[in-house]
C-alpha cells in the first residue's frame, strides 16, 4: 500500500490509523533518510495506543519502552529502537531487546531496521519505507 503525507501531522495521523490493525507481536520496520517522518508516524501511534508520555527518538538510548495502561487488548508495551547510533547489535542485547522482540504483549518498532539485520532473522516483520516527495512537506509512505 502506497500513500502520501503532506504534513507531520498526516503522518501522525496515519500512525493512529495503523494501530487499529496492530497485534501484540507485532514489529515494524521503518527504513528512510533522516527527517523522513519515521519517528512522526510513531508518535502518532503511540498516541493512539493511549500512551501518554511523549515520544522523543531513542537516538542515544537506542530502546524505549512505554506501557500500554488500561488495554483492552493484549498489548502491554510500546518498544521504540532507533539503531543510528548503534554499533554492534550486542549493544541492544545487552538492554534487553529480546524481552520485547515479537513477544505477543509488545509492538515494536524499529528505525534504521538494516543495521540490525541479524537479530530480525527469522522474524515475522512489516516493512514500511519513507521517502521524500517533491514538495518540502510531501512524504511517500510504502507498506510492505
Ligand atoms: N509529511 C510529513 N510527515 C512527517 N514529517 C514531516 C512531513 N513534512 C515535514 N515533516 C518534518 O520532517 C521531520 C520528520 O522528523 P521525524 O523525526 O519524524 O523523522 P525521522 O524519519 O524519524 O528522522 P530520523 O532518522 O532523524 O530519526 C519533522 O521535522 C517534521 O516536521
Ligand atoms: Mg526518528
Known sequence: ML???NSQS????????LSAKLRGGDILLLSGDLGAGKTSLVKGLAKSLGIKHEITSPTFTL????KVQGSKSKVKNLVHIDTYRLKDEKELLEIGVEDYLGKPDTICVIEWPEKISGLLKNKKTTSISFEHGNKPEERKILIS
Do not use: A, P, S, W
Open 3 to 5: 500513500l502520501t503525507t
Open 10 to 17: 498526516e503522518t501522525e495521523r496515519f500512525g493512529k490509523k
Open 63 to 66: 530502546m524505549n519502552t512505554y
